[in-house]
């Protein structure tokens, strides 16, 4: 059978100085949730983020909408050397059959991320939802929403 898998890749919410969600970023996080909602109701979701408070806190209303626990994948955290944490989760993600995972990383890690997978550099702000499909051998790009504030399709 041919495989037919989905990474959402979603760069964490606007922040407040304590490292956790400023009032934009839990209502960005409310709103990816509704997302999340509207698409993918009733499936349950691999949700993996990186260790830091706002991308955990991004993750929470799809958590809650779905029953799904975040697991914390350090390849997801900023800093460091994203070249080498990208290919290291892409690996692990290619050889896992979830048909959904969703991330939450920052905005050193996504760009280099998508550069990989799909070849596209795309810098994405916070609170932005990039969609990648694989069907089968062929990996696309299929959504990239900067901007939740409008109600997407």
Not at 49 to 66: F, N, W
Not at 127 to 151: D, F, H, N, P, Y
Request: aromatic share 4%; glycine share 10%; net charge positive.
């Amino acid at each position: 059978t041919m495989v037919h898998k989905t990474l959402i890749a979603i760069r964490h919410g606007d922040r407040n100085p304590g490292g956790g969600l400023s009032p934009k970023g839990l209502t960005q996080a409310k709103r990816l949730g509704e997302r999340f909602e509207s698409l993918y109701e009733g499936q349950r979701p691999v949700l993996l983020s990186s260790p830091q408070r706002r991308c955990l806190e991004t993750l929470e209303p799809i958590s809650r909408l779905s029953g799904c626990e975040v697991v914390i994948n350090a390849s997801l955290d900023e800093g460091g050397e994203p070249r080498k944490k990208t290919r290291i989760f892409l690996q692990d993600w290619k050889s896992q059959s979830a048909p959904l995972t969703i991330i939450c990383s920052h905005g050193d890690v996504i760009p280099v991320l998508l550069e990989q997978i799909v070849g596209v550099r795309a810098d994405l702000s916070k609170g932005a939802w990039a969609q990648i499909e694989q069907l089968g051998e062929e990996v696309k790009l299929t959504w990239l929403l900067q901007s939740l504030e409008m109600r997407a399709p």
